[in-house]
């Protein structure tokens, strides 16, 4: 046989309406054993995005009297501006911080404030502090007002939301002038526009509002808490990563591999070649009811066999 003409070719098929299937897995792995599992087995652990979902999880697991975990994950990292810009996210290791924050002191610190005993940068305390705080109004004459009235986090921001813009985004470079502002009012602390959410982010990245805590999971000083969902109720729990639990993995069916080897004398980088072969490819899915999809070529990293196609 000529095995210069072997080819191997993996087929990427992607439905046009988004569907998952969720897998209760009946394993006790710890989560991060859990997500790597999901992700090797299917696609990974499981979103929950509505109720829909989260009864669908329950059915699935029948009533068990136990936590099932799900992709949900505490973590510290992530601190994002109120009013969205800029795009990016800044983490601990960020050059924003004062010395020795973030410290998240007592586990709930997830708003962030300046204040007049440091230049260097901002400090996270607990969002339910009453506090003076900067809103920035792009329209005024001074775009950043300090608004002496003590607000909680989320009130300063409806409040600078409803009255200017909405919260200060802070620089570094602004920074210096905000806390010689501050200084002038006499005041030593205000909010500005940073916070983060501990729950928010999947283990498929995906961000959702939906939650259904049994209890207030927010209070955690480190990132070793995961979330479960309670199969008997529905509810959620925050425990440690560490415990062993079942899971539940979704398979992702928009997108399902076919690998297919092919035995032709001909090129397969002809291009010629290659649109007849997605034709014929497209053609039998259809003859057999698979419809809505297209298929393409999908450069590999050596641009040489095995190849692999892809479908949107
Ligand atoms: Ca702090």
């Not at 924050?101 to 997830?110: A, I, K, L, M, Y």
């Not at 985004?169 to 983060?196: C, D, H, N």
């Not at 939650?211 to 529905?234: M, Q, R, V, Y």
């Amino acid at each position: 046989m000529d095995t210069g003409s072997l080819f191997i070719l993996s087929v990427l098929i992607c439905f046009v309406h988004p569907e998952r299937k969720f897998v209760f897995v009946n394993k006790y792995l710890n989560w991060t054993s859990a997500q790597t599992y999901c992700r090797e087995s299917f696609t990974d652990l499981v979103t929950v995005q509505d109720e829909q979902e989260n009864q669908k999880l329950m059915e699935l697991a029948e009533d068990l009297n136990e936590c099932v975990w799900i992709g949900l994950r505490h973590t510290l990292h992530n601190w994002k501006w109120s009013k969205g810009v800029p795009s990016r996210s800044y983490d601990q290791n960020d050059d924003i911080w004062a010395d020795g924050q973030p410290d998240n002191d007592g586990g709930g610190e997830h708003c962030a404030g300046i204040s007049v005993t440091s230049l260097k940068g901002f400090n996270d305390k607990e969002c339910t502090t009453a506090l003076p705080f900067i809103c920035f109004d792009d329209k005024a004459v001074l775009k950043y007002i300090i608004v002496e009235e003590l607000e909680t986090w989320d009130d300063a921001q409806i409040y600078c939301r409803t009255t200017h813009d909405d919260l200060a985004t802070v620089t570094k470079e602004t920074l210096l002038l905000l806390v010689s502002q501050l200084m002038l009012t006499g005041q030593r602390e205000a909010w500005i526009g940073l916070y983060r959410d501990p729950w928010s982010s999947w283990s498929d990245s995906t961000s959702t509002s939906f939650n259904k805590w049994e209890t207030d999971p927010t209070i955690h000083p480190t990132d070793d808490s995961c979330g479960c969902l309670k199969a008997d109720t529905g509810l959620w729990q925050d425990i440690s990563c560490d415990t062993g639990n079942q899971f539940f993995c979704y398979q992702d069916l928009r997108q399902t591999v076919l690998k297919v080897k092919l035995q032709s004398a001909v090129d397969l980088n002809n291009m010629e070649m290659q649109q007849q072969i997605l034709e014929q490819i497209q053609d039998r899915l259809e003859a057999v009811g698979v419809t809505n999809i297209t298929v393409k070529w999908r450069a590999t990293a050596q641009n040489s066999n095995p190849e692999e196609l892809v479908t949107n």
